[in-house]
């Protein structure tokens, strides 16, 4: 028993003014001269044993008003089967579809085992009764969007929509989904809340270490308007031998290629199981369709293997590449992962230059159009990248819309007008690329103030210094060999093939990364002495790098050398990563897409995983394009916009959202986080609070009684008036006549 | 004499309320209000002091104490005719009827006679109670003295008989107005205290009156009432009319306590503890059935009850039922005659 005002209980001592009174007024007597004694005496020797009794149980009547009075005002809150009424409940039944639930073991799958369960429970509900039932996977989602009573038809009704679901590629979010189910009002007059949670116990599932949620949730269910009771309906199957082979992931050369470029593709395919697994064939599809097949060996538990592969895509779009492990196991659905990669002719660049014709014989822009295939002759380089630059002045910005651009280079950054670094700023932040290249035209206080703002800016890093390199063969004057850890930097690092070892630098500006901030920023290139020249951070959605010196070969010989081009390609294919990850999504993240030119006025569709079509929200922007977007992605697997002019399907994009793979391996809480959980839980632990297959178990919550004394009280007042008023009207009898 | 035995109720009341605005007038200049109160509540009559002044007070002008005889005899109050019996005086014969109905008649008249009155008043222990304005035992001072006074006014003998337990006063009857002051000096000079045995002190008068006379019994007849109705059996046998005069307190009759206290026994050396709230009912039960017993007792003997109590008015209840008493003996006197 707890109490919401335990002050209120020293009042308790209260209780001993009735008797008090009593023996006051049992002191303090009168002396009465008499003259009619003989009648007193007779009436005095009859009925004294029970004049004691009545005045006992006045006494007692009283004391107990005070202490219902007391008890009730300290709100006692108290857990006990016998103070559950057998009122109506509103039912939250937690349904973990996620992927672990597809488990089959000999044709019965655990997602069986709780459709049966779930309909023993119906069963047993009665006609008063609410349910709501709360998809456990991708955070919960609610099937139901009111209470269906638990009538025979409500019943019914809600077998044919249970019907219709099925496991899914998700993790279940249990404890985000019943601090759901315990937050909503009631709809009804139930009065009691009962939360049944259908699972297989994944450890997965609970997110045992979240402590201060499992707080949150206890503090929640205790402070709930109803009364609310968590039973646990155990759903695993009976042990056995965990069979499961897993397509974890894929990963992709690049995601964005021209068309016939080869991709490489690499899927990391991964015994979860504990037996080994047998020889597999594994399929590579593009848009359903096989474009190649490789065998895998069996695999010992535990034990991971790469499935390589290359694709060419002759025609821009972009397709879904799905690899797909074809053999027996337990779990079936996490047998194959997708990647959606991104095939075009060109993707703008926007090149930004101010150098002056005839200051240098080959300027920066020259130089970076030249590393990315697109020279002034053009029939000296029949091959160009699928980056396409686009050559403009600083002055020129005012008219751009960076939005058409994949990414901003800047090969020596000078002064900007305010509006155009905010739209810059803008258009990084919504997903946008920018490539910062700093020289002799940087001004540094400007570019402190505005570029960096104390940290406020896009730019990770501010300028100090400018430092001159007098002998190139120092280590200040040399680039020291990049990181293999880095995406960007991996081919840069390869110094046997490749030649950054021999860049020298003669002039580059001291960057420090602002206090504070230095751990999140990444420093691709150093000098070395130390002194970081490339540096990248995220700034919104997008990403920005800032080089301490110049694109062209005013500060550095960095442009004659091989890895020069390497250098662009790379670090062009990384920053511009964020565009493309738009269609590689982890669950939660909201899908954001424009109408493809040959679909501009197409109406877009969007097919989930599951089946389900929804209308998409469109979204003006500031460009004119139509953007749409869709929030809902909980749900792994392949989502896909149909853009459909009449019945026709003009265009389509596919979206795919990645599974957690720890859903993929076989993890049943242990004994101790069972226990934890319990405890967790408010349950008792001992022999009696395990949790059982195909046993509920029910959490009695502390159920506030202060009404229960508030009726208490008034029945002792009532009782005490009326066996008071009965006493008098015995005791005092009538006025003797004299008629 | 003829008025008095058709005293109306309507002539003594006028009569009774004339004198009180007189006397009332003389005692409004001793500081009492008028309007306020009367001069016949028992509080008021208290005040007063003087037995004497309040027998006055209360008897002048309301009753002029008329008694017949029993006895046919000579007087002018004529009774009835009966046929001529051998023996019977001549001179009683009615000539007029004679002639008309040629058959002897002899007239009868009633006798008016001196009345001999015994007044007893109880003075026991339990007739000090009085918690309303004046004790019971006050009560019957008054009410013996405006006996007194009315009966002597009438010209009858009027005595004294203060019984109790520790007291025996006896003034023998005599017809004489300056009697009354000897009866109400013992009256003023008597405390009620002491144990009740009302019974046996009745026995010891029953020797003392030679004469049937009146019997009046002011007391609030605690006590045995098997006890007291043999006693008054014995007057009845003698030739006495008994009136008794019960005078009890309103505490008594409806018990209005509240708080437990300690009961102090008037006659007793004792007390005892009580919640009233637990007893009254039964004490109420108790009493009820007292009276009853009385009540049965008294009319079984055929003497007559008059229960009194201490906040009622003293010149009413006296009035009241000598006016009953009147009737009574008007409606007897007309059966008579049929």
Redesign the interface.
Known sequence: MSFLNGLFLAALPLVAVPVLIHLYRGRQRDVIPWGAMQFLTQAKTKGRSIERLEELLLLTLRMGAIVALVLALAQPLIRGAWWATSDASEVVLIVDNSLSMSRTVEDLSAWDLLNENMNEVLAELGGGDRVHVLLASGGGEWLTAEGIPADSGGKSRLEAILDNVEPTLGKAELLDCMQRAIQPESEGKQRHRRIVVFTDNQANSWQLDAQGAWRQLEEARKNSAAPTAIEIVDCSLQESKFNNLAVMQIEASSKIVQPNDSIELSALVNNTGHVASQNATVQWLVDENVVATTNLKGLQSNQSARVKTSVRLEHAGHYAITCRADLQDQIALDQQSSVVVEVSDQLPVLLVHDSQPGENAKSANELLMAALGYHQDENAQPWHSVYHPESVTSDELADRTFANYRCVIFTDLGELEPDVLDRLSEFVAKGGALWVALGARTDRVAFNRTWHDEGQGPSPVAIQILRTVDDTNEPAGMIHPPSHEHPATVHLANTTQLDIDEARLYEYWQLSPTQGESSSVSVLVESGDGSPLVVENYFGRGRILVQAFPLGLEWSNLPQLKSYVVMVHDWLDYLTAGSTARYNLSPGHAIVASSPAEAAFATPELVTPDGNEHSLIVEPTNDGHARFQFSRTHQPGMYRIAFKSGNETVASLPFYVARDTGESSWQVISEEEREKLLSALGLHTGADSSVAPQQAQAIRPEEPIWEFLLLLLIVFLASELLLSNWLGRQRSGVAVSTT | MDGGVALSPDSHKKSLRGTAQSDATSIDSDGLNENSVSIFDPQTLSKLGNLELIAQTVVDGFLSGKHRSTHKGGCTDFSELRPYAQGDDLRQLDWRHYAKSDRYYVRQFDDETNLQALIVADAS?????G?SPVS?WRYAQMASSCLGHLLLRQRDSVGLAVVGNQTHEYVRPLPRANHLARVLNVLSNVDASGESNLADSLVELTGRLKRRGLVILLS?C??EVAQLKQVLEQFRVRGHDILVMQI??PE???FP?R??????????P??????P????????????Q??NDLHQAVVDIGADLV?M?TDCDLGDSLAGYLHKRASQKKTQAARTRV
Do not use: H
């Open positions: 222990g339990s007739m000090r109670f918690m019971k609030d605690f006590g009890l307190a008594e009759l409806t306590f708080r437990e206290a300690f009961f102090e026994d008037l006659e007793l004792r007390q005892i503890q009580v919640n709230n637990t007893v009254r009912k039964q004490y109420l039960k108790e009493f009820q007292f009276l229960t109590t």
